[in-house]
């Protein structure tokens, strides 16, 4: 009986881009956060993080793709998030109402 090889499977992608995190620098201290499934597939979530700009248009900060929207996937994606803007005092605005 062969052996099964195990194939190396894509888990999580984060994405934040210099020129979004300098711009949010002189943004308002406010991010929205977001998720919504990626129809593909493999399926997959799209979790966002939008600021405000100085002309009150949307500011994409960062983004992700993950393998599921759960507590441990949104905790990994707020930690890259403050770890690369490196603000504490922000405000985060979700449309998540689950206890």
Known sequence: MP???????FKRLYVCLAACKASFRVCRPIVGLDGCFLKGYYGSQLLTAIGRDPNDQMLPIAYAIVEVENKDSWSWFLTNLTNDIG?????????????
Do not use: E, F, G, W
């Not at 052996?3 to 499977?9: D, E, H």
């Open 87 to 99: 603000m504490c005092d922000i405000t985060y605005i979700s449309d998540q109402q689950k206890v």
């Open 3 to 9: 052996s099964r090889t195990i194939l190396p499977r």
